[in-house]
């Protein structure tokens, strides 16, 4: 499927968003890093009509801050069914899951990847999500979601509006 079509881009968090390891201060909360880059990108896409959702397995308060900050409105915690997660988001959305994109990397990710019109992984991958799924360059939490949210506004012919906002011609 063509990135011109995709409406929502859902993202896994831990992996994704984060470089996948979760941090833990002295009182047992957790800690997640995320990448500036990534936001941008994640803010630039809905200012040009995409949807996007977070869908993650774990329960973080991060993760809601987080999306609070980007301004998404589809926050979807403690789901290990990712597809079903989507499924339902869609639904809701009046989408199809052929408008979706998804990035994820581990097993969990595979099927809602392989349901999707585009699925996309990083290199740090689970290796059996990276034979299946074609990778971003950039490492999660080091801008693959930029990477891929770039790749959607380029598709969808917004680069050049993209780049005259921060007053760069083509």
């Known amino acids: 499927m063509s990135l011109a079509n995709i409406r929502l881009l859902a993202l896994d ?7 996948g390891r979760v941090w833990f201060d002295g009182d047992g909360e ?14 630039l896409v809905q200012s040009h009509g ?13 993760v809601d801050y987080r999306a609070r900050q980007l ?9 290990d069914d990712k597809l079903a ?8 959305l009046q989408l199809t899951l052929d408008q979706v994109a998804y990035m994820g ?10 349901a999707v019109g585009v699925g996309r992984t990083v290199p740090g991958a689970d290796p059996w999500v990276r034979e299946r799924v074609e990778a971003t360059r950039a490492a999660g939490g080091m801008g693959a979601v930029r990477e891929l949210c770039n790749a959607l ?17 083509e």
């Open 13 to 19: 968090v831990d992996g994704i968003l984060t470089d």
């Open 30 to 43: 957790q800690l997640k890093p995320f990448h500036t880059q990534d936001g941008l990108g994640i803010k």
């Open 153 to 169: 506004l380029a598709a969808q012919g917004h680069q050049a509006s993209v780049l005259a906002k921060f007053g760069v011609g």
């Open 105 to 114: 990397d581990d097993l969990p990710d595979l099927s809602a990847l392989l």
């Open 85 to 92: 997660a989507i499924t339902e988001l869609t639904g809701t």
């Open 50 to 62: 995409i949807a996007v959702a977070l869908v993650t397995g774990r329960v973080s308060p991060m």
């Open 71 to 79: 301004g998404i409105a589809h926050v979807i915690q403690g789901r």
